[in-house]
């Protein structure tokens, strides 16, 4: 079977911002369907009463990747997703807040510099790999929580349309 290519590719005007504003989250078994069209997802739909959590995120310190791998061997592709990003100030409520994280599958919108909005954790979620507290020495050091979210999925993620972002918290 030929996968037939659909486009080229040219660069653009170099617009183009590293990092994430923001982003949202959700246990994986409170979302009863996501809508996809053309690698877009146009809704999402939530079990009843809940929603997604905002995380308001500190300049240049967050970031998500989105790898694909594939298997010349095996004829199988899969793509890693990863989330990384701190949280000031250690606190008892982010320390609970972690322990519920940890325990659940999730999924994840993130809101990119270029106010773009990603999927990540589409069909199996993304757990909580890794969260540590730290201090710091000096006064001017960070004291505060950081965060590692990791997932697997079967393709890229997804862009998800500004229409439904403004639904995730309702």
């Known amino acids: 079977m ?12 170099r617009l ?16 009863s369907t996501i809508t996809e069209a053309a690698g877009v997802i146009t809704a999402i739909t939530k079990v009843s009463l809940k929603t997604f959590k905002k995380y308001n995120l500190i300049a240049h310190t967050a970031e998500a990747e989105d790898v694909l791998s594939s298997s ?25 807040e972690i322990q519920l994280l940890a325990q659940n599958r999730l999924v994840w919108v993130i809101v990119d510099n270029n106010s773009t909005n990603w999927l990540y954790g589409k069909e199996f979620g993304m757990v909580l790999t890794s969260a540590g ?14 965060f590692v979210f990791e997932g697997e999925e079967k393709v890229l993620a997804y862009e998800v349309d500004d229409a439904t972002l403004a639904t995730l918290t309702t």
């Open 16 to 31: 183009n911002y590293g990092g994430i504003k923001e982003c949202y989250v959700i246990e994986l078994d409170n979302i």
């Open 133 to 146: 507290g730290k201090t710091g020495k000096a006064l001017n050091d960070r004291n505060g929580f950081e």
């Open 2 to 13: 030929a996968c037939s290519l659909t486009q080229s590719y040219l660069q653009d005007c």
């Open 72 to 96: 010349l061997e095996n004829g199988t592709s899969s793509s890693k997703q990863s989330l990384k990003f701190p949280i000031n100030k250690m606190t008892i409520s982010v320390r609970n």
